[in-house]
């Protein structure tokens, strides 16, 4: 069974400045694929980055990157130069041939709060 | 990528009647999942709808309460039957491309309300 473990409910971070928002996971398969979303007010999901696990370079989309530590089974979201429109909530995902489902496990969510 | 209208965005409704939300993908799409999110919650999977059968429902969700249909590979809906205010969340269609893909993406969702 997969597992994604968030233990920050709740960020604050100045704007400007960078955030961390971690992300750990548990699973037994070889492959698999970790996402970050992120979901403002309104519901919607917001596909972020993408880290694959036989990636050896860590990904990065813009402001976004992933610390991707395998050993560690950690896949933390690094938001640089926070901006307002990034209070959001954060989802960490995991998604692997576990059953042979392929269904994404999601975490519990970060919220973050960027001041100005 | 693939182009998810979800619809409606959003419904208030009364408890008793049902409610049919719409998931259209602007690409043929191997998986489509229904997930469903109470307020503060993560993201929970009711189902996994499945072209051409019956959808795949997660421990703790029903058919009768959450009927799927998937007529083809760009297409799916969700009803919400018999609603009650324990009915209230957001309600996330998902697609991925297939087994190996590098992404899921998500609808807009859709804003449940039941009084």
């Known amino acids: 069974a997969q597992k994604i473990t968030q233990t920050q409910p709740g960020m604050f971070v100045q704007e400007k400045e960078a955030v961390t928002l971690d992300c750990t996971y548990d699973?037994?398969?070889?492959?698999?694929?970790l996402f970050w979303y992120k979901q403002p007010s309104s519901g919607e999901m917001i596909f972020l980055i993408y880290q694959g696990s036989y990636d050896e370079q860590n990904a990065t989309e813009g402001r976004y990157s992933l610390n991707f530590q395998k050993a560690r089974k950690s896949a933390n979201l690094v938001i640089s130069a926070s901006q307002l429109g990034d209070s959001a909530m954060y989802f960490c995902?995991?998604?692997?041939?576990?059953?042979?489902?392929?269904?994404?496990?999601f975490g519990r969510g970060t919220s973050l709060i960027v001041h100005p | 990528s693939a182009v998810i209208s979800q619809k409606p965005s959003r419904d208030i409704c009364q408890r008793g009647t049902s409610l049919t939300i719409q998931c259209q993908v602007d690409?043929?799409?191997?998986?489509m999942f229904w997930y469903r999110q109470q307020p503060g919650q993560s993201l929970t999977l009711i189902a996994t709808?499945?072209?051409?059968?019956?959808?795949?429902?997660e421990s703790g969700f029903v058919i009768d309460k959450f009927p799927i249909s998937r007529p083809n590979l760009t297409f799916s809906t969700l009803t919400v039957s018999n609603m009650s205010p324990e009915d209230s969340s957001i309600y996330l269609c998902?697609?991925?491309?297939?087994?190996?893909?590098?992404?899921?993406?998500f609808g807009q969702g859709t804003r449940l309300t039941v009084v």
């Open positions: 699973t037994s398969d070889q492959s698999y694929g």
């Open positions: 690409s043929q799409v191997t998986m």
């Open positions: 995902a995991m998604r692997g041939p576990s059953g042979g489902s392929y269904i994404p496990t």
């Open positions: 998902s697609v991925a491309q297939g087994a190996g893909s590098t992404e899921a993406f």
């Open positions: 709808a499945n072209q051409g059968s019956e959808a795949t429902y």
